[in-house]
């Protein structure tokens, strides 16, 4: 009988202890559990699935049902985080802008006044001239004259007596005599003065006079021609040069009269152009 009671003892302390044991690992102390919430990040309602001696810190949130009131949030999660200063942006430098200024090519200025220069290449000659005058070159290399230079401002006139009307105009011509009866200079200008007065009856106005011309010496005389009454009718301003074997002679002419004429206001710039005439002298070599 005591044999009966021992053992329904021990087997009722047995299951007693059996019991326990299993609600202990059913249902963790609150301490334990407590740790638990803060860790894992879930209510001891719903505790995370499978085996959770395998759980890391962060906690499986993939099986918890959203919107539950339950649901503790994790602290460690809410703490942000101390990021370092963002710093401020470098500025950015513009890239210098390179300009290049092109200059402009300023057009020639031509001046009106300046005056042109005529070459003779048969004969060896230039000399200035004024731009308004009218330049006419002979056709050939004998031809007298060789160039004739003409004036602006031409004047028109008419006669009363014979209605004609008549146009007089100022010109410098230069003519060659490229076969000379001499060379010598003196000799040359008194027969051809001889001859003027001879078949033109020229009444000087100036006195024949040594000059130079193109640097060598020259002669010039200035006079009036008359017509067959003997009325006077061109004035001529003429310069004589023998260089090379060839006579060069510069001749100014316009209308003869006392008063104020296209000869008169042209005659400056026509002793211009003689005192401008060079020869391109020809040399041996010896």
Request: hydrophobic share 30%; proline share 10%.
């Given at each position: ?12 302390l ?11 690992i059913d ?19 719903f ?15 993939s ?11 994790d ?20 890239e210098?802008?390179?300009t290049v200024?092109?200059a402009?090519?300023p057009l020639?200025?031509?001046?009106p ?27 050939g290399s ?8 003409t004036?602006?401002?031409e004047?028109?006139?008419?006669s ?5 009307c ?9 003519d ?9 200079l003196?000799?040359?200008?008194n ?5 003027l ?13 040594p000059t130079t ?9 200035e ?8 009325n006077?009718t061109?004035n ?22 006392t ?26 070599v010896v």
């Amino acid at each position: 009988m005591n044999w009966v009671r021992v053992f329904l003892i021990a087997f009722l302390l047995s299951l007693f202890v059996n019991v326990f044991l299993l609600f202990q690992i059913d249902h963790p102390p609150i301490a334990e559990r407590v740790v638990g919430t803060l860790e894992y990040g879930y209510n001891s309602a719903f505790p995370p699935v499978g085996n959770s001696s395998n759980s890391t810190a962060t906690g499986d949130f993939s099986q918890i049902p959203p919107g539950n009131p339950g649901l503790v949030q994790d602290v460690r999660s809410t703490t942000p985080a101390t990021q370092p200063p963002t710093p401020p942006p470098t500025p950015v430098t513009p890239e210098p802008t390179l300009t290049v200024t092109v200059a402009a090519t300023p057009l020639p200025v031509v001046d009106p006044g300046k005056w042109m220069t005529y070459k003779n290449d048969p004969f060896r000659f230039s000399l200035e001239y004024p731009p308004d005058w009218v330049v006419t070159r002979s056709a050939g290399s004998q031809s007298r004259p060789a160039v004739t230079f003409t004036a602006p401002g031409e004047e028109e006139r008419c006669s009363d007596e014979t209605t004609e009307c008549y146009k007089y105009i100022a010109v410098l011509s230069v003519d060659i005599d490229t076969n000379p009866y001499t060379v010598v200079l003196e000799d040359y200008f008194n027969q051809y003065v001889s001859d003027l007065q001879h078949n033109y009856g020229i009444t000087a106005t100036s006195k024949s006079a040594p000059t130079t011309l193109s640097g060598s010496k020259a002669y010039s005389i200035e006079y009036y021609s008359r017509d067959g009454r003997g009325n006077p009718t061109k004035n001529y301003l003429q310069y004589f040069v023998i260089l090379d074997k060839k006579v060069y002679i510069l001749t100014y002419s316009g209308t003869y009269s006392t008063g104020e004429t296209v000869y008169s206001r042209n005659k400056q710039p026509a002793q211009e152009m003689v005192n401008s005439f060079t020869v391109d002298r020809e040399y041996k070599v010896v």
